[in-house]
C-alpha cells in the first residue's frame, strides 16, 4: 500500500503537496518523494528514504516551484527502501514522471524488452518501468494521450498512476486498475489521490475512478474515459462529510477499528505469498534438528500457535519461546533453525535472539511486515507477510496474517511428511480460502451485539480468558489486548488447568470469558464445556464464544455469542475477532487512548 497524490493549480503547489502525502503517510512512510513541473517546462524530482518532514527537512520538498507536479509515499513492495526505489520515477531523458500504487505484474518482460531498446533504469522497482514505457511510445505517437492509452494497456497487474510530462505541462494524467484513486475538483486547483486524504484540506468534492478509467486533469477542467473502449464517461461528484483526521482512518474513528476491519484483506494477502517461500520454509523447518518458534507479546502468543498448528499438523514439535528468554532457553547449534515473528522487524528482544542464534551458527527465517526492517536484513529467509502499514499500536492484522503464514507452513510440513492426505490438504485450504469471507460476515453481522456486551460489562475489572489446545493461545491473545487497550486484567489459561488451583477464586463475582471449540472437535469441545461447568457450579459467569446455537439454550452461559460455522483448523480465528472487538470496545466506553494506549509503543528497540 502506497499514498500517491497529485495537483494541479493556479499558485505553487509544493506546499500542498507535501502536505497531501503527509496526510497519507498512514498508508506507507519508509520514503517519499515529488516531482514538480516548473515554469521553464522542466520535471524536478526530489525524494529520499524516511517521514514526509524527515525528507521535506532534508530534500526541502518544499521548496520546488510549479503549478504542477505530484507526489507518493511509499511502502515497499518491489525494491528496498532505498532513495533509488523511492517515487517519483524518472524516463531516460527526464520527460516523463510517475508515481504508482500497486503490483505490475510483467514488469520484469517489459524492464528486459525497454533495455534491449537503450533505456537505463537507475531502480529495482516494477514502477520504473512506466516511466520508460512513456517515453517509448511517445517516441513514435508524439501524443501524449496516446502514449499514455499505450501504456496502460501494456501494463499487467494493479495500479493507480499518476504522471506528469513536459509534453504537456498544463495537465496531470491519471489511471486506475484495482488499486483505488480519487479526483478531487477545487476552485483553483484539481487534485489526484490514493483517498481524499490527499485532498481533503482543500477540497471536499470528489469523484472516485472505476478499474479501466483514466483522467486528463488541468487546472479547471477534467475529462475522464475508459482505457479499454477510449470512451468518455460522466462521472458524478461526491461530497465528503468528514473532516481529515476521520478520513486518515478511512472513517473508522480509530486505527485499531480500522486495521481490524481489513483483516480480511491481510488474510488475502497472507493466503497469496508465493507457495515456493512457504515450502522453503516447511522443509528447512524439517531438516533442522531443532528448531524455535520466536516471538514476543502477541507474536509470541503467535508463534505459539504455530506451535499447535505445527503439532497437529505436521506432528512437529516446535516450541514457542518468548524472544526475551530465548537465551536462557534454546539449544542453539548450527543444526538449528529458529523462525522469529515480528510486525516491525525492529523489536529488540526478538532481534538479539536472533542474533545470538546466528552467532551460534543456527539458520533463520522470519516472518515480517516491514519491509527491509534489521530483522528481514538479519534473516537467511523472511516471508514477506504483505499485510500493509499497521498503525495503531497494538497488533491486529499483521498477527492475524502471521497465523495464516504459520497455518500454511503447518500444512506443506504435513503434507512433505505425507501426514496429510491430498483430500485433507483440500479441505484446510477451503477453510482458509473462505476465512475471509467469515470473517467479514463476523465483523458486520456480530460487532454490534460486542459493543453491547463491552458497554454492559466495561466495569469488570477481573477476566479469566479460558481455551484448550488451539483455543489456549488464542485466549492469551485476545486477553493480551485486553490488558494493553483497556488497562483491564485478564488473565488466559488453559482450560484444563483451572481445577489445579485458579478455581478456588471462582464465585458470583468472578467473570470467564471461554472460548469453545465446534463440536466437531469433540475431545476439546467436551473438556472445555466441562470447564465452563465447573464456572457454573461456583455460580460464576460466563461469557461463551461457541458454534452451537443449541448451546445458548443450555443454561451454561449468562452471555454468549454464537459463530458460524467453519473447517475447525480456522475456528479459533473467527474468536479472535470477536475478542478483538470486545477488547475494542471496553477501551471506547472507558475513553481509553485506542490507538496509542499509556506507556506502549509501537516498535520496541530497547531491551
Ligand atoms: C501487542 C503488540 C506487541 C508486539 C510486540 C512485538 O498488541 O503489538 O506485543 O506484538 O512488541 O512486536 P513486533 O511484532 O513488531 O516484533
Redesign the pocket.
Known amino acids: 500500500m502506497c499514498g500517491i497524490s497529485g495537483i494541479i493549480g493556479l499558485q505553487n503547489i509544493s506546499n500542498p503537496l507535501v502536505a497531501s502525502i503527509r496526510n497519507l503517510e498512514y498508508r506507507g512512510y519508509d520514503s517519499c518523494g515529488v516531482a514538480v513541473l516548473n515554469g521553464r517546462g522542466k520535471i524536478t524530482v526530489k525524494k529520499n528514504i524516511g517521514s514526509v518532514d524527515e525528507v521535506n527537512e532534508g530534500e526541502k520538498l518544499t521548496k520546488s516551484k510549479g503549478f504542477v507536479g505530484i507526489a507518493h509515499t511509499r511502502w515497499a513492495t518491489h525494491g528496498r527502501v532505498t532513495k533509488a526505489n523511492t517515487h517519483p520515477h524518472l524516463s531516460c531523458h527526464k520527460e516523463f514522471a510517475c508515481v504508482h500504487n500497486g503490483i505490475i505484474s510483467n514488469y520484469r518482460a517489459l524492464k528486459n524488452l525497454l533495455a534491449k531498446k537503450g533505456h537505463k533504469f537507475l531502480s529495482e522497482t516494477d514502477t520504473e518501468v512506466i516511466a520508460h514505457l512513456l517515453e517509448d511510445f511517445y517516441n513514435t505517437t508524439g501524443n501524449v494521450e496516446k502514449t499514455f492509452l499505450k501504456t496502460l494497456n501494456k501494463l499487467e497487474g494493479t495500479f493507480a498512476i499518476a504522471m506528469i510530462t513536459t509534453f504537456d505541462s498544463d495537465r496531470l494524467y491519471c489511471a486506475k486498475k484495482e488499486s483505488p484513486l480519487i479526483l478531487g475538483i477545487g476552485d483553483d486547483a484539481n487534485y489526484i489521490g490514493s483517498d481524499s486524504n490527499a485532498f481533503i484540506d482543500f477540497t471536499k468534492n470528489s469523484i472516485v475512478l472505476d478499474d479501466f478509467e483514466y483522467a486528463i486533469v488541468s487546472k479547471d477542467s477534467y475529462v475522464v474515459k475508459n482505457f479499454n473502449q477510449g470512451n468518455i464517461i460522466e462521472k458524478e461528484i461526491t461530497r465528503i462529510h468528514w473532516d481529515a483526521e476521520m478520513s486518515q482512518k478511512g472513517g473508522y474513528p480509530h486505527y485499531m477499528l480500522k486495521e481490524i476491519y481489513e483483516q480480511p484483506q491481510a488474510i488475502i494477502n497472507a493466503l497469496n505469498i508465493d507457495q515456493k517461500h512457504i515450502k522453503k520454509a516447511a522443509s528447512r523447518i524439517l531438516k533442522s534438528e531443532k528448531n524455535y518458534l520466536l ?5 509470541y502468543y503467535v508463534a505459539l500457535l504455530g506451535e499447535y498448528v505445527f503439532s497437529s499438523m505436521a506432528q512437529s514439535f516446535v516450541p514457542a519461546i518468548s524472544s526475551d528468554e530465548f537465551k536462557h532457553l534454546g539449544e542453539i547449534s548450527k543444526k538449528a533453525h529458529v523462525v522469529a ?7 529488540y528482544d ?1 532481534l538479539n535472539a536472533l542474533k545470538y542464534a546466528k552467532n551460534k551458527g543456527a539458520c533463520s527465517t522470519a516472518i515480517v511486515n516491514v519491509i527491509g526492517s534489521s530483522i528481514s536484513r538479519l534473516v537467511d529467509q523472511t516471508i514477506q507477510q504483505g499485510s500493509g502499514p499497521e498503525i495503531c ?3 491486529t492484522k ?2 492475524f496474517a502471521q497465523m495464516i503464514i504459520l497455518n500454511r507452513v503447518a500444512l506443506e510440513m504435513g503434507v512433505i511428511k505425507k501426514i496429510i492426505s491430498p483430500a485433507k490438504k483440500n479441505i484446510i485450504e477451503k477453510g482458509l480460502k473462505e476465512l475471509p469471507k467469515y470473517v467479514s460476515q463476523v465483523l458486520n453481522e456480530k460487532s454490534g451485539f460486542v459493543h453491547t456486551i463491552a458497554k454492559r460489562y466495561s466495569h469488570i475489572k477481573n477476566w479469566l480468558y479460558l481455551g484448550r489446545g488451539l483455543y489456549y493461545p488464542i485466549a492469551l491473545e485476545s486477553a ?2 485486553m490488558k ?1 487497550v483497556a488497562y483491564i486484567h485478564a488473565e488466559g489459561m488453559p482450560a484444563g488447568f483451572l481445577k489445579h488451583g485458579t478455581i478456588a477464586m471462582i464465585d458470583s463475582d468472578h467473570y470467564a470469558l471461554v472460548f469453545v471449540p465446534p463440536k466437531e472437535d469433540r475431545e476439546l469441545y467436551e473438556l472445555t464445556m466441562g470447564g465452563v461447568e465447573e464456572i457454573k457450579a461456583r455460580n460464576g459467569f460466563v461469557l461463551g464464544f461457541h458454534f452451537e446455537p443449541k448451546d445458548s439454550k443450555s443454561g451454561l452461559f449468562n452471555e454468549d455469542i454464537v459463530l458460524p460455522k467453519v473447517e475447525k483448523h480456522v475456528a479459533p480465528f473467527l474468536q479472535l475477532i470477536l475478542a478483538q472487538l470486545l477488547s475494542y470496545f471496553t477501551a471506547t466506553t472507558l475513553k481509553r487512548n485506542v490507538d496509542r494506549p499509556r506507556s506502549l509503543a509501537k ?2 528497540t530497547v531491551a
Not at 516471538?295 to 507474536?299: I, L
Not at 515473528?341 to 523489536?347: A, C, R, V, W, Y
Open positions: 516471538g514476543v507479546g502477541t507474536t515473528l515480528s510486525q516491525s522487524g525492529e523489536t526478538t499500536v497494538l497488533s499483521a498477527a493480551l489486548k494493553e516498535s520496541v
